[in-house]
Structures are given as structure tokens and as C-alpha cells.
């Protein structure tokens, strides 16, 4: 007797369906997703990112941040997500339109970076010195330091306007040198200022009233 | 033997025996071989990876090295340098004895081979150069797949072929595994890397797939040819027939039925639309049915003569990755009830439960397997039983180590990281003593891979041809339990 035949329609079933929900469902629904219009700006939500955080998101896949940094709010109140001020809503699959590949990532070694451009603040030399050296920043972290996304040069004349200031300790150059942000180094920060989901969605409204 | 489903592995004479296993040896050993170098390879970047972590200073600044890139190499490779390779020697060699033919096409899975590593030369490269998907468990470029791609469709035509060409009588057990794993392995690698890293599909659409892949990969590929090779060679070499295979075959669909689906219990309360989250919780949970089903057969099986594993290099290390396969499990199932999970999801529970599957049950069943299969292919037996008995400590105190630091800290960092009164900072510095003493048992892993890496060659290269058995203890006089060759 031989039933290899059966075992082998058994299988294809259960794997075909496994797919029809797991992949083919994701890939006919999330897949078409499209931006809402905004009616405020006339802009679209989420809203376009610049060419430079595009490249910006390369630099993040290509350095595994994602291997310590989540980018995901859960809903509450079964997570304590937005108590603990990740973001103002729960993420949903439209927030990644802005990028090519998703991140929600597995760990939070560090931070959940979903929001991270909304409570950045406007000094970009302070993102790139913890980029740079994240222990002259906080002491106890264990973020490593992307000092090679920088270049160390000699000052030339005047020092260059984008050069990374109030470097100190053992990571701070040397007299006469400066710190300089690569085009990945820029990209990379750009990326990061775009995360910012403080816009509404229709199927995630902004809490109101906390 | 008529029955679909049987209990005993083979009727074969030890001639046909010897005729079946000397046409495999070949493409056998290039597969396990090479994925034993690439045991230390991986477990060699998991070291600096774990390392770095608690102690960031190490190698830092160095962009090749830095942690992101090392501990994607370290999965990537540990996944497809050493799982997978080690996954297709056991199911090459098993499906030449199951289907009862000599290999034929020998060059075929010679070179499928040599392919192979070259992908994933290029893939482990890519990565350290900065060119990763930054995807879990497809982090090679769409430029290393289909490399591996080419490779494994040679194999698989292979066994799809054997099994056509098997000689008639009832198919046991692990030809069920060994041909739904691959089958599964294509569909699974196939549809990942078309629809996430050679043509990626909308951002919204990926978390689901990936997902989907990363437990399928497990469940639907490594776990299958594992428990191939525990029926197989837990009968062969105590001599005693599968228990039940009602159980088996309880375990085997179900297996697949909720293996297949248990990913999205991963990203509950996530950006994926609810009712997959709800079918991965209801599936997570349900496995609990195959790890009793499984764990139960196995039990009854050996229940009474369970004293062979004492000096039974395959049957220790194999019965020690089925006891690891069911906790496994049982964590995973405990592990998606939401009100757990809203605290321990990304925490470094999720590494713990990693190397409880990837380790503790897939390289250590896979290390048994070659115990077994290796000196039936070159005839002699392994140079020092002491090495075997070593290895085994140093991986099981390895894991150990790495399992209970893992998830002790990560019970602590996820409570820290779910309080709201509890800063940021302190989820960092509470998991620090655990990721340390997880560090001890990576380095302890990487020793194992090293030990077993020198039996391997210890055994290709001997001159003084060993021919006693190699056994880990004194067997017990007038034991009634035989040994297997």
C-alpha cells in the first residue's frame, strides 16, 4: 500500500491554508493600503518622508539597530505602552507606508523608536554625539557607538558648521581635529527625526483626554 | 508489512545496510562537515555579540563588527551554515535507509553542497559588510539566496525522487517528517525571500509574512527532520518499537496544523489586523497537544530502558533535545497568553525561548544524529568517548546557562519595562548580571562547537581505526539492552 499521495494532499492543505491566512491575506489587504488624505494640511497621513531619511532607513537595516530597538505601540489598555509615553496611539500596519521595510522588531534593549522624532527636540548635534558615543551621553548604556558612520579631520581654516560639538571625554577629538557626519551619519539622523506617529488614522485615533 | 504506519524502522541486512550507507557517505559528511564549521563560526560571532552587549566597549567602533551586524550573522548563520546543512545530512542519509535504495546521483548532492556554503560565504560577508535585510532569519541579500535557493531545489529533487524510487512496504514514521520538512522548506524559503527580500511587497503587509516565516522555519522545517531522526534512531538503537503510532500520528498533524500558524502570537497587541494575533495565540497554546502527543510516544517508548542513555552518545544527546523541544513549547504556549505577553514581549525572554529551540532542541537531536550516523558511514567509531561525553556537559551547562540567565532577566527587564513608575534605565541595568552569566554559557557554547569540530575531524582523519563502540559510560553487565549498528 502506499499512501504517499494522501499524506501529501494532507500536507498541502494545511500548509495552503497556513498561507492563504498568514501570507496571501496580509498580502491582498495590508498590501493595498493606501495614505488618507489629511484634511488640515491637504497632505496625505502618514505623511511623505524626505529622500534622506529613505536613505536614512538603509543605514538602520544595514547596522541591525533593529535587533535592540522595537518600533511598535501596542494597544492599551492590555499593554502599558502609551502610559509609558511610547507614543499617543498603538501603531498600525498603515504608519509603515513611510518605509520600504517594516521594523517592529523583537526586543527593546533599547528604546521603542516609534515616536522618537516627536520627542527628539530640535538639536540634532546632541542626536549625533549619542550616535557617536553613546556612553558620553548616558554612562550606564549599552548602545554601541557608530563613531565609523563619522569622519575625524583636521581643521581646515574655519571648523565645519556640521561638525559634531561638545564631544568630551576619552571620545572627543583631538585639538585641531574635528568630528564630521558622513552622508550616512546625516541620512541616518534624518531617518530618525521622520518616526513620529503623533498624526490620527482613522482606525487609530489619537487618545484624547489622559 | 502492510500497514501504512509502521512501527519498526527497517527489516534491512546489515549488507544492504552497509551497501545503503556507504552510497550516502559522501554527501553526507560534506553536509555535516561543513556545518560543523560553521557551528564555530556562528558560535564564535554569538560570543562577541553576546559579549558586546553587556560589556559595549568590546571590539566597539568597528563597523564590520558592531552588534547589529555580528548577532544577525550569528542567527543567520547558526540557521543556514549549520541548522539547515546538519538538517539535510540527516534527511539525505534518512531517506536512503527509509526508501531502502543506494543514493544515486551522488554528484548531484555533492554539488548542491558546494553551492550551498558558497551562498552562504557570500551571505555571512554581506552581512558584515552592511548589506543585511536587517529581516529575522532571512537577513542575507537578494543577492546570497538564491544561491541556496538553486542548491536546495537539487536536493529536494533528489528525495522527491528517492522517495519514488523506494522499495514497497510500509513507510515509518519518519518518512512522514522527513517529507513534510521538505516540502515545507521550499514553500517556506521560497515565498519569504520573493515577497520580503527580492522584490519587497508594502511595508504594512511584512510584519504578518515575516512571521509567518520565522516560526515555520522551526516548526515546519527543523523540527520535523528532528523528530525524523528521534524515531528513527531511538528504536534503532535500543531495539525497541515506536510505542504508539496513534500518538505519532496525532503528533504529526498537529504539529503542522498549529505549527504553521503560531506566528503571530509574536506580535500581539501589534501593528497586524487582530485576528492573527488571535489565530497565533490559539495555536501557540494548542502545541501543547503535539509536545504531550510527541514527548509521551517517546516516553513510552523508552519507558523501562531508558538506561541506554547513560552510555549512548545519540541516545543522550537526543533524548536531552526532545525533553528541551517540549519545554520549549510549553514556555512558548505560556509565554503568548496576552496578559503574560503584554510584559514579556520584548523582553529577553524572546532569546531564551531562541536558544531553548534553536539549540536546545535542534542542534542538540542533530549532534545525536551525526553520533549515530557518522561511524556507519566511515566504518569506524568515534576516536574518544570522553570528547562525546565532554561535548555533551559543555553544551547542556551551555544552554542552561543561557536559557535560565535569559529568562530569569527577562522576567525582571519585562516587569521593569511594563511599570510605569520604572525608568528606562533601570530595564537596562536589572538585565545586566543575567546577560552576563548568558554570556558564561555562550562561551561555553562556543567551547561544545570547538569539542565537536575536533571529534568531527578526529574521526575523518584517524589513522588507529577505532572499532569498538564509542560509550559514554561503562554499559551495566547481563543489561538486556542491545546496541545498534
Known amino acids: 500500500m502506499n499512501k504517499l499521495p494522501n499524506i501529501f494532499v494532507g500536507i498541502f492543505v494545511i500548509f495552503g491554508s497556513a498561507w492563504l491566512g498568514l501570507v496571501n491575506y496580509p498580502l491582498k489587504n495590508l498590501g493595498n493600503l493606501q495614505p488618507v488624505p489629511d484634511e488640515a494640511t491637504g497632505g496625505v497621513l502618514p505623511p511623505t518622508v524626505s529622500g534622506l531619511a529613505v536613505a536614512g532607513h538603509k543605514v538602520y537595516a544595514a547596522n541591525g539597530c533593529v535587533e535592540c530597538h522595537s518600533q511598535q505601540v501596542r494597544f492599551a489598555p492590555l499593554t502599558t505602552d502609551i502610559d509609558k509615553e511610547l507614543g499617543k496611539r498603538q501603531t498600525v500596519a498603515r504608519d509603515y507606508l513611510r518605509e520600504k521595510t517594516a521594523f517592529p522588531g523583537i526586543l527593546r534593549v533599547g528604546q521603542d523608536l516609534s515616536n522618537y522624532g516627536a520627542r527628539a527636540g530640535e538639536d540634532i548635534n546632541a542626536i549625533h554625539r549619542h550616535l557617536y558615543e553613546p556612553r558620553s551621553v548616558n554612562p550606564w548604556s549599552n548602545m554601541p557607538s557608530y563613531c565609523f558612520l563619522y569622519n575625524v579631520v583636521k581643521i581646515q581654516g574655519q571648523p565645519s558648521n556640521e561638525a559634531v560639538t561638545g564631544l568630551t571625554g576619552p571620545c572627543a577629538p583631538k585639538p585641531g581635529y574635528e568630528v564630521v557626519p558622513t552622508e550616512k551619519a546625516k541620512a541616518l539622523v534624518a531617518y530618525l527625526l521622520s518616526l513620529n506617529q503623533s498624526y490620527p488614522l482613522p482606525e487609530s485615533p489619537v487618545a484624547t483626554a489622559k | ?485
Not at chain 2, 510527541?294 to 513510552?300: A, D, I, P, T
Not at chain 2, 523508552?302 to 545519540?314: E, F, K
Open chain 2, 1 to 485: 508489512m502492510s500497514n501504512d504506519l509502521s512501527n519498526q524502522p527497517d527489516i534491512l541486512t546489515a549488507a544492504e545496510r552497509a551497501q545503503i550507507d556507504s552510497s550516502t557517505s559522501g554527501a553526507a559528511l560534506l553536509f555535516f562537515g561543513s556545518s560543523a564549521f560553521w557551528l564555530v563560526f556562528a558560535s564564535l560571532f554569538d560570543v562577541i555579540g553576546a559579549i558586546q552587549l553587556s560589556y559595549p566597549c568590546f571590539l566597539d567602533g568597528i563597523s564590520f563588527l558592531t552588534y547589529g551586524r555580528v548577532v544577525q550573522t550569528a542567527t543567520t548563520v547558526m540557521a543556514y551554515g549549520f541548522a539547515t546543512p546538519a538538517a539535510i545530512g540527516i534527511a539525505v542519509w534518512l531517506t536512503a535507509r527509509l526508501c531502502k535504495v543506494p543514493l544515486s546521483h551522488h554528484r548531484m548532492l555533492v554539488s548542491a553542497g558546494i553551492v550551498w556554503n558558497l551562498g552562504i560565504l557570500v551571505g555571512a560577508c554581506s552581512i558584515l559588510a552592511g548589506n543585511s535585510t536587517s529581516f529575522a532569519l532571512l537577513s542575507f541579500p537578494a543577492f546570497a539566496t538564491p544561491i541556496l535557493f538553486v542548491s536546495y531545489a537539487l536536493i529536494a529533487i533528489w528525495v522527491l525522487f528517492t522517495f519514488n524510487e523506494r522499495k514497497s512496504g510500509g513507510l515509518f514514521v519518519s518518512a512522514w517528517f522527513v517529507f513534510a520538512a521538505v516540502l515545507a522548506f521550499p514553500w517556506l524559503f521560497g515565498t519569504a525571500n520573493a515577497l520580503l527580500v527580492w522584490n519587497p511587497v508594502s511595508a504594512p503587509a511584512q510584519p504578518a509574512i515575516a512571521l509567518w516565516f520565522s516560526s515555520g522555519f522551526f516548526n515546519l522545517w527543523l523540527v520535523p527532520v528532528g523528530l525524523a531522526a528521534a524515531f528513527y534512531i531511538i528504536p534503532k538503537s535500543t531495539g525497541l518499537p515506536v510505542a504508539s503510532s496513534n500518538l505519532s500520528l496525532l503528533g504529526f498533524w498537529t504539529l503542522l496544523l498549529f505549527g504553521a500558524w503560531t506566528g503571530g502570537a509574536q506580535i500581539i497587541g501589534g501593528p497586524v489586523p487582530a485576528w492573527i494575533t488571535s489565530a497565533g495565540v490559539a495555536a501557540s497554546i494548542m502545541m501543547i497537544v503535539p509536545a504531550l502527543a510527541l514527548g509521551l510516544n517517546f516516553h513510552l517508548t523508552l519507558d523501562g530502558h531508558y538506561a541506554p542513555v547513560a552510555w549512548s552518545p545519540a541516545l543522550r544527546f537526543i533524548v536531552t533535545g526532545i525533553g528541551c523541544l517540549v519545554t520549549y513549547w510549553i514556555l512558548v504556549a505560556i509565554n503568548s497568553i496576552p496578559g503574560v505577553n503584554a510584559m514579556t514581549q520584548f523582553s529577553d525572554i524572546n532569546r531564551a525561548l531562541y536558544y531553548l529551540g534553536h539549540f536546545g532542541f535542534f542542534a542538540m537531536t542533530a549532534f545525536g544524529a551525526i553520533y549515530y550516523i557518522v561511524p556507519r558511514l566511515t566504518g569506524h567509531e568515534w576516536p574518544c568517548a570522553k570528547f562525546i561525553s565532554l561535548h555533551y556537559w559543555l553544551a547542556v551547562t551551555g544552554f542552561g546557562f543561557i536559557v535560565s540567565g535569559l529568562i530569569l532577566g527577562g522576567l525582571i527587564q519585562g516587569s521593569a519595562l511594563s511599570q510605569t513608575i520604572i525608568t528606562f534605565r533601570s530595564s537596562v541595568e536589572f538585565a545586566w548580571p543575567f546577560r552576563v552569566f548568558a554570556m558564561l554559557g555562550s562561551l561555553l557554547i562556543l567551547a561544545s562547537a570547538v569539542n565537536f569540530a575536533l571529534l568531527l575531524i578526529g574521526i575523518l582523519l584517524e589513522t588507529h581505526k577505532n572499532q569498538a563502540p564509542a560509550f559514554m559510560a561503562e554499559r551495566e553487565e547481563n543489561s538486556q539492552e542491545p546496541v545498534a549498528v
